[in-house]
């Protein structure tokens, strides 16, 4: 519901933006230089844009069809993000010069002031506030998902796999939750969302590798989804996710280095969780 209210408000947006005169306009070159520290910071806010387009898979054993399904809900979520994503942008472009638009906190929310006034501007605020509601719901229930399957698999604490009367993983749940606030916490949104794109990025990269894997290993398991192009579409993918992993330690130093340390202590963690519960 919230998701259909949102996309509605986007595109009577962009189509406010676009049909109603305002002062905004496209510049014909790049007021400075390119550098590659600023590309990466453009390319982090690219890559948190569209994450979420995988979230499908980790909700697949509820799914009654999940060949059918997966890569309906995965396509087309790609391809709505992607219209809505170019078309706010341009809109934004056309209702606000760049100097506002670079310096803007919330931008969509600055175009609504600039056609709609002071109601416009709080219309959007206030959808946006309604619509982080959904999003956090469905990022708790993707960490409680993933924490509850490692303690199935004794990947992980075993007690994250047990569920209350109502189906609920209430450990994972309390556990994930007890994470992300310890992360809001901390207050350093631009550096967690600098980190986070770098997980994703590294993310992309190992699943493709373990696919490669895989299907050399034990290519007479069932398939149940078709890799378009492979192999040549995977390593294509693995090309890209690496290159933005490199460039990101080479252009983000600080927050490619800390988002590396992380992953370490995780690893860590991991092996020595696995050594303690290893029978001797």
């Known amino acids: 519901m919230t998701t259909s209210v949102k996309c509605i408000a986007f595109l009577a947006l962009i189509a406010a933006c676009l049909l109603v005169p305002t002062n905004g306009h496209v510049l014909a070159h790049i007021p400075s230089p390119m550098t590659l520290s600023g590309l990466m910071v453009a390319l982090q806010a690219i890559v948190i844009t569209y994450a979420g387009w995988q979230s499908p898979l980790y909700f697949i054993e509820e799914d009654r069809d999940p060949t059918r399904n997966l890569p309906r809900a995965m396509i087309s979520g790609v391809l709505s993000v992607i219209g809505i994503y170019l078309l706010v942008n341009i809109a934004l472009l056309k209702a606000l010069p ?30 946006s506030v309604i619509s982080l509601v959904p999003l956090l719901n469905a990022v708790l229930m993707i960490g409680t998902r993933v924490i509850f399957a490692m303690g199935r698999d004794q990947l992980f604490w075993s007690r994250t ?7 609920t993983p209430g450990i994972a749940t309390l556990l994930t939750a007890a994470v992300a606030v310890g992360l809001i916490g901390t207050g350093t949104f631009q550096r967690l969302i600098a980190m986070t794109s770098f997980f994703l990025a590294a993310n992309y990269s190992l699943c493709c590798m ?31 996710s690496v290159s933005f992993v490199v460039g990101m330690l080479a252009g983000d130093v600080f927050n490619g280095l800390a988002a590396l340390a992380l992953l370490a202590i995780g690893l860590i963690g991991r092996v020595l969780f696995a050594w303690r519960t290893t029978p001797s």
């Open 161 to 167: 796999s047990t569920v209350n009367a109502g189906g």
């Open 98 to 127: 760049m100097s506002q638009l670079s310096g803007a906190t919330l931008p969509a929310a600055d175009a609504a002031r600039v056609i709609a006034g002071a109601h416009g501007q709080n219309i959007i605020i206030l959808l």
């Open 210 to 240: 373990a696919l490669i894997a895989l299907r050399r290993r034990e290519p007479e398991l069932p398939r149940p989804y078709q890799a378009w192009g492979y192999p040549w579409s995977v390593w294509l993918v693995t090309a890209g």
